[in-house]
């Protein structure tokens, strides 16, 4: 089962920060924050991971809280590409590591 | 560089038959995954390969799946006496190491009829 909640959708204007939220309150020490995202009809698409330290990479910024129950994901500027289902993933550390998918956040940017 | 591949694209096939679908993972990924995508069941995780071995098959829904990888790349898998509730996408990724992005192709549309 998904250990993550996240808003069923999200719309935001083209060229402005677009913040995705997730809350993953029972997550536990070794279980790392994962965002992914699926454009239509396409395989899903690696965007960021962390464990508790905010990471940033050339797609998106990763803020985590302090208490780790929580997370958000920044596309500093959104694009109409950005339109797509994004799923926030918490993932355990060792075995598998396998993807528990939810239902994700279907975010649409507008021209 | 090339990206994770699949094949077929699309499969059509009648309700009984087996099929057979194909992923090529990204060369040097020791860890292979599959996945599907259906429209009520959303994505889920069917089967992992670390190398040629599948430590993790705990997703597959039936003793009708089964799948397997030769040579650490290359890996299979196989519907047998398909059923409509098997119509999906079925999508493979793979990864270079622990605590890795996966990597996806872009899937195997299964249409059972």
């Known amino acids: 089962d998904a250990k993550t909640t996240q808003p069923t959708s999200m719309d935001c204007a083209e060229g402005r920060a677009a913040n995705l939220p997730c809350n993953h309150s029972?997550?536990?020490?070794?279980?790392?924050v994962y965002w992914y995202r699926q454009i239509h009809s396409q395989g899903p698409q690696y965007i960021i991971h962390?464990?508790?330290n905010n990471e940033t990479n050339e797609m998106a910024s990763l803020i985590i809280t302090e208490d780790r129950k929580s997370s958000t994901l920044i596309l500093p500027h959104a694009t109409l590409r950005d339109t797509a289902v994004y799923y926030c993933?918490?993932?355990?550390?060792?075995?598998?590591?396998?993807?528990?998918f939810g239902k994700g956040m279907k975010l649409t940017v507008n021209p | 560089g090339a990206g994770v591949s699949q094949s077929p694209s699309n499969k059509v096939t009648e309700k009984g038959k087996d099929v057979e679908l194909r992923c090529d993972p990204i060369?040097?990924?020791?860890?292979l995954y599959w996945y599907r995508q259906s429209l009520g069941q959303g994505l889920e995780f069917l089967i992992y390969?670390?190398?040629?071995?599948?430590?993790?098959k705990s997703g597959l829904p039936s003793d009708r799946f089964s799948a397997e990888r030769t040579g650490g790349s290359v890996s299979t898998l196989t519907i047998q006496r398909t059923q409509q509730e098997d119509s999906a996408v079925y999508l493979c990724?793979?990864?270079?190491?622990?605590?890795?992005?996966?990597?996806f192709g872009p899937g195997t549309r299964l249409t059972v009829t």
């Open positions: 990724a793979s990864s270079p190491r622990r605590l890795s992005e996966q990597y």
């Open positions: 029972t997550i536990s020490g070794n279980e790392y």
């Open positions: 962390g464990l508790k």
């Open positions: 993933i918490v993932l355990t550390q060792g075995g598998s590591e396998k993807l528990v």
């Open positions: 060369s040097g990924h020791t860890a």
């Open positions: 390969f670390q190398g040629n071995s599948a430590p993790d």
